[in-house]
């Protein structure tokens, strides 16, 4: 086991990309994963996070999914100094600003906005032998310089070396890797000491030229050549990354399936913390495909309504684009409908906004498929839970597991008839309230609760239950969990970086 000098701040280690999705999150993970299990005690760090996917602390604060993945990876809990400001993108330009873990009222201040980044780092160091701090975007955008919180600015203040991670698999790598060396001031690029070239899918000897030329160019090292992983992904932040996801759906659906349930996710504008349902689309008994406005939804095995950053305005483009009749339809047919969060406000009855929280509008009428009813209030709720599942039609196993999960949103939700979930303990202390809704049919069920397909025991109950609905399913095959990604993920790093001179770089030899 490594030992660290007590009583010293931790050693600091800044991953920053040529651009977005070059590989930062991912070598982050894999960083805190390998240098752990080396004994010291490693903490992620990312000053401002751009997401609609977001996760709840032990404590309540709402935070990145990408930082609270890397505190797991790292075997730690998850804090709201890990990510102190979260920005969730509104209709109309807006923004929410999340400032250490809870909403910020009224327009934000970068004084403080500063103030809250460097204590959360400051704090980090003093509980921690080794912070790995990760940048956004790139920090090359010139035209953002002055407003830019999470990358040079932090390097700067934390005094901490710089990995610039490129990505190979989209071309131009060493244009991009030297070009964002270039763009920075002098200063800034004192603090630059190698490049990590992300996602080679060939040989890496053919990259031997470049890397000469880079290296005499920069006058840094190309630390390691990590390769392309297939079916490697961890939870995204943004929904861009659902572009690449299977979407449309076609009359031999679960031919080409090869057996496998058909999961249909709608994907809607504002869709938030879809990386709930990253383990159900590891399971290889599930296909998972995502359907935006003006696709056809076909005919699932399960159809989804995820979370919502803007659930009225996404319920206006349900509506406009004809998929809230064909919701309706596989309803009235029987096809189970999953509601979470925003899509269990859409379920309902009727979403009530009398303070404008989200839109102009006083009220609006939902889908109507079960009996509930939202009003939006200014007070959001974030929370960790542990809830207990009731008995549902078309997934008998789920009585009576237990499941963790969180809360994160801003209305209040009342039902009518059997709830789906008892909420049994919330933020550590025990209670017994109810959550959700389920149709008088049975088809159509919602609640308030992310994180559902994350429980191993829920996930299987609900797939082998909704295969035994139809015939000539998959045999069931576990999947990888996340502490088995993040070892792979571990190993990859250990024999494709050089580790000595990194451990000189962060100053650990």
């Known amino acids: 086991m490594r030992t660290m000098r007590r009583g010293a701040p931790a050693r600091v280690l800044m991953v920053q990309g040529t651009a977005s999705y070059a590989g930062k999150s991912l070598l982050v993970a894999a960083l805190c994963r390998l240098f752990a299990r080396e004994g010291l005690r490693v903490a992620p760090f990312k000053a401002q996070n751009l997401s609609l996917n977001a996760c709840v602390t032990p404590g309540g604060g709402e935070i990145g999914v990408a930082q609270a993945v890397q505190a797991h990876a790292a075997g730690i809990a998850p804090s709201v100094e890990m990510n102190p400001v979260l920005v969730k993108p509104e209709p109309g330009g807006r923004a929410q600003v999340v400032v250490l873990g809870r909403v910020r009222s009224g327009p ?43 990358n040079m600015r932090v390097a700067r ?18 244009a991009s890797l030297i070009g964002t060396v270039e763009l920075l001031r002098q200063d800034e690029r004192a603090l630059v000491r ?17 890397i000469a030329a880079l290296e005499a160019r920069t006058g840094r090292p190309v630390l390691g050549v990590l390769p392309y992983i297939p079916g490697c992904r961890l939870p995204e932040e943004d929904a861009v990354a659902l572009e690449a ?26 869709i938030s913390n879809f990386d709930e349902f990253d383990a159900l689309e590891r399971d290889p008994r ?43 339809s596989l309803a009235a047919s029987g096809i189970p409908v999953l509601g979470i969060c925003g899509g269990y406000q859409m379920l309902g009855e009727h979403i009530g906004d009398p303070e404008r929280v989200e839109s102009p509008a006083a009220g609006v009428p939902g889908l109507g498929l079960l009996r509930a009813a939202t009003v939006f209030g200014r007070v959001k709720r974030t929370a960790q839970v542990r809830a207990r599942t009731v008995r549902i039609p078309w997934a008998e196993d789920l009585r009576p597991l237990e499941l963790d999960g969180y809360q994160i949103h801003m209305g209040r939700t009342t039902a009518a008839g059997a709830p789906f979930l008892r909420i049994v303990r919330r933020g550590g202390v025990p209670c017994d309230e109810p959550d959700g809704a389920v149709s008088p049919g049975g088809a159509v069920v919602g609640t308030s609760v ?14 082998s239950a909704l295969a035994r609905r139809r015939p000539g399913r998959a045999a069931a095959v576990p999947c990888a969990d996340l502490d088995e990604i993040f070892d792979d993920l571990a190993g990859v790093a250990a024999r494709h970086l050089d580790l000595d001179r990194l451990r000189r770089i962060i100053g650990l030899a």
């Open 108 to 150: 934000p201040d970068r004084t403080h906005l500063w103030r809250a980044i460097t204590r959360s780092l400051d704090t980090l160091r003093s509980r921690y032998d080794l912070v790995v701090l990760e940048g956004a975007g790139s920090p090359a955008e010139i035209n953002l310089r002055r407003q830019d919180l999470a």
């Open 194 to 210: 190698g490049f990590v070239i992300n996602k080679l899918r060939g040989d890496p000897a053919a990259l031997r030229p470049g």
């Open 450 to 463: 992310h994180g559902l397909m994350r429980s191993p025991a829920f996930r299987d109950a609900l797939v």
């Open 286 to 328: 599930v296909r998972v495909r995502y359907v935006r406005p003006g696709e056809a939804l076909g005919r699932p095995d399960l159809l989804i309504l995820p979370g919502s950053k803007a659930t009225v305005a996404d319920l206006e483009v349900l509506r406009a684009s004809g998929l809230d009749r064909q919701v309706t």
């Open 157 to 174: 203040y934390a005094g901490a070396p710089v990995l610039i991670v490129g990505d190979i698999d989209r071309g131009g790598v060493f």
């Open 245 to 270: 996801r299977p979407r449309r759906p076609g009359p031999d659906e679960r031919a080409r399936n090869g057996g496998r349930l058909d999961v249909a996710i709608v994907h809607l504008p504002y």
